[in-house]
């Protein structure tokens, strides 16, 4: 008889193969299955990224650190027994697919004896991942149509490895780089020809993976001068001679880079997704957060004098970031107006991406100046006629720089500047981004505005800035010239001032 927790809900278990490491490798059931767990049990080389799918469960590590059980299996049996009696929704999180060298057949066994209700959702095999990541075909008709998979605990005699040479085919090792010297000697005695094609593929589906090619006569020399590190799993047979050809994986722009990001959380998605596409290994250190204003009664009231107004208050409404875009919007939507506030006055945008904000709430921006600078911005609307006596209200961030008003005061026009979003330093990872840096293994790090750049440098110890020798890249001029404030050369400066603008910077030199 199963039984019930207090809630009288009967717990259930769920196997969930993480992948090889890339989470975007992760299956849509498996991120159902995370999203709804109340508790995670992980195992090691499961990626963060796909750990924080689980938002709200409690989460326990049970995998290996050094070769060394920091809980036996046993005790992960009982954890899964006891959750699941207490009526939770129990994910057993491992990497690759649970029932290939996961110890997942085990553990189903015990749940069914002490009849726990579960489920085995199958994940890509670090096997089958990393060879197609490093462009081998594990199968292909010209040279095999069979695969052997082994783990590489097996030097020690578990393998018939005669039999396995006999049949050739392509034989893939599993956790196999301490053991690689008594599987290529197990190999060659076995009757496999010196010759014969090997890799040995590090941090598969990772932005670090490397490949060491080589054959079964060199590839313990290869792979002792090239420092290989765990985790690392090894093919052999006739298909690793197509990943020279094949290596698409290797051939993205960025593969192999360290990129920091240093543009606030909840915007850097996009940077960091398209940074991942071109092989990045992108590391997130927001030096900003966006904060509401200090004062979001003053927009309200700007917001009311529009909308009662019979004529229009203003003669330009200008936005000088896409933040300024969403805060506006967002106390318009608290008081319960639209767009019909803005009839009869035009809107200016400093920018694309700013015009892009704006269409998304059904506005269509009617300057966008050539360059996305202020000083671009002033000259634009210069060049739209007279200045003297028009009405501009200016959607910025507090304290911006003064440039632009000032500009337009001194051709006679009316300004208001209206505080539409704070912006703060984040602190709470200072400690590790400087850890990071001291690394020396950081090869860009982008801004996308002046703050970023600020913010990013003022917490470094004066020493660290003078040894750094990462390359920055730039989203325009005038965060380049934060830069140079800090006697920091940017090593490219995005032509569009865009997020695509960087990622353009960073392919054409990568």
């Not at 196997?15 to 995370?34: C, F, K, N, Q, S």
């Not at 709200?56 to 995998?63: D, H, V």
């Not at 069979?146 to 005669?162: A, I, L, Q």
């Not at 505005?449 to 730039?474: E, G, K, Q, Y």
Request: with cysteine; hydrophobic share 40%.
């Amino acid at each position: 008889m199963k039984k019930r927790g207090r809630s009288g809900k009967v717990g259930k278990v769920i196997l969930v193969g993480a992948g090889p490491g890339d989470p975007g490798l992760l299956t849509l059931r498996g991120r159902e299955a995370l999203r709804r767990a109340e508790v995670v049990i992980f195992d090691a080389l499961v990626n963060p990224e796909i750990l924080s799918l689980a938002e709200t469960a409690e989460k326990i590590f049970a995998g290996k650190k050094a070769g060394r059980h920091l809980i036996e299996q046993e005790r992960i049996h009982q954890m899964l027994l006891q959750f699941a009696r207490q009526g939770k929704r129990i994910v057993r999180l491992k990497g690759g697919d649970p029932f290939i060298f996961g110890r997942g057949g085990e553990e189903a066994s015990f749940l069914v004896r002490h009849r726990v209700p579960f489920e085995v959702i199958p994940g890509v095999s670090a096997g089958i991942g990393a060879a197609a990541t490093a462009g081998i075909p594990l199968t292909d008709r010209r040279f095999t149509s069979h695969v052997t998979f082994v783990t590489g605990h097996c030097g020690k005699g578990e393998v018939d490895w005669k039999k396995l040479s006999e049949t050739g085919g392509t034989l893939v090792a599993f956790m196999g780089l301490k053991t690689l010297p008594q599987i290529v000697r197990a190999l060659l005695r076995a009757g496999r020809k010196p010759r014969t094609p090997a890799a040995v593929i590090e941090q598969g589906t990772l932005p670090a993976q490397r490949v060491i090619s080589g054959t079964l006569e060199n590839i313990l020399e290869k792979v002792k001068k090239a420092n290989v590190i765990p985790p690392a799993l090894t093919v052999v047979g006739d298909v690793v001679g197509l990943g020279k050809k094949l290596a698409w994986f290797s051939r993205k722009p960025l593969q192999g880079k360290k990129v920091i990001v240093t543009r606030p959380r909840g915007q850097a998605g996009e940077l960091v997704e398209k940074l991942g596409d071109l092989g990045a290994e992108v590391l997130e250190f927001p030096t900003i957060e966006i904060l509401p204003p200090s004062r979001p009664d003053r927009i309200d009231r700007e917001i009311q004098r529009m909308a009662a107004a019979v004529k229009p208050v203003y003669d330009w409404l200008v936005f000088t970031s896409a933040n300024g875009v969403e805060s506006f919007f967002d106390r318009m939507r608290c008081l319960g107006k639209d767009g019909r506030i803005f009839s009869g006055l035009r809107i200016a945008a400093i920018g694309e991406r700013t015009a892009e904000t704006l269409q998304k709430k059904g506005l269509w921006a009617d300057l966008i100046p050539g360059e996305y600078t202020n000083e671009a911005l002033f000259e634009s609307l210069k060049k739209r006629g007279p200045l003297q006596g028009k009405k501009f209200l200016l959607a910025r961030v507090a304290s911006p720089p003064p440039e632009l008003k000032e500009s337009l005061e001194k051709e006679g026009a009316l300004v208001t500047e209206l505080e539409t979003y704070r912006t703060r330093p984040v602190k709470a990872e200072r400690k590790k981004l400087i850890q990071t840096l001291q690394s020396g293994k950081i090869d860009y790090v982008t801004f996308t505005s002046s703050s970023t750049v600020r913010n990013f440098f003022d917490p470094l110890p004066p020493a660290l800035r003078r040894r750094l020798r990462t390359r920055f890249i730039s989203i325009g001029p005038v965060t380049s010239g934060t830069l140079r404030e800090y006697g920091f050369k940017p090593a490219r400066e995005a032509r569009m001032h865009t997020t695509e603008g960087i990622l353009e910077a960073l392919s054409n030199g990568g």
